[in-house]
């Protein structure tokens, strides 16, 4: 169940993402500019809207889901010790 819970979870997340993405990205077609300037505003609002919700979504549910807080010990876990070989080690003369 709980892995079943954690799956949708991860559904709703990337399902949103998506949807945000579009949203932002996407390009108005219209030739009347108010309706272009209306449509503009309206899609790329709503693209920051599930930004912020996408946000808070995982803020709360990183706290519960067992995956998420894998995931977020993983992280943690390498930005403590990251990898020598990407760390900036050039030494300029």
Same mark, same amino acid.
């Given at each position: 169940?709980? /892995?079943? %819970?954690?799956? *949708?979870?991860?559904? %709703?997340?990337?399902? =949103?993402?998506? !949807?945000?993405? =579009?949203?932002?990205?996407?390009?108005?077609?219209? &030739?009347?500019?108010? !309706?272009?300037?209306?449509?503009? *505003? *309206? &899609? /790329?609002? =709503?693209?920051?809207? @599930?930004?912020?919700? %996408?946000?808070? @979504?995982?803020?709360?549910?990183?706290? %519960? &889901?067992?995956?998420? *807080?894998? #995931? +977020?010990?993983?992280? &943690?876990?390498?930005?403590?010790?990251?990898?020598?070989? #990407? @760390? +900036?080690?050039? /030494?300029?003369?």
């Amino acid at each position: 169940m709980n /892995k079943t %819970i954690s799956f *949708i979870r991860m559904a %709703i997340l990337f399902a =949103l993402g998506m !949807a945000a993405c =579009l949203l932002v990205f996407g390009e108005e077609q219209d &030739d009347n500019l108010p !309706a272009w300037a209306f449509r503009f *505003i *309206i &899609d /790329k609002a =709503l693209g920051i809207g @599930l930004c912020f919700y %996408i946000g808070r @979504l995982y803020k709360r549910w990183s706290k %519960i &889901d067992p995956w998420l *807080i894998a #995931y +977020d010990k993983m992280c &943690d876990e390498v930005m403590e010790k990251p990898n020598p070989m #990407y @760390l +900036d080690n050039d /030494k300029e003369d």
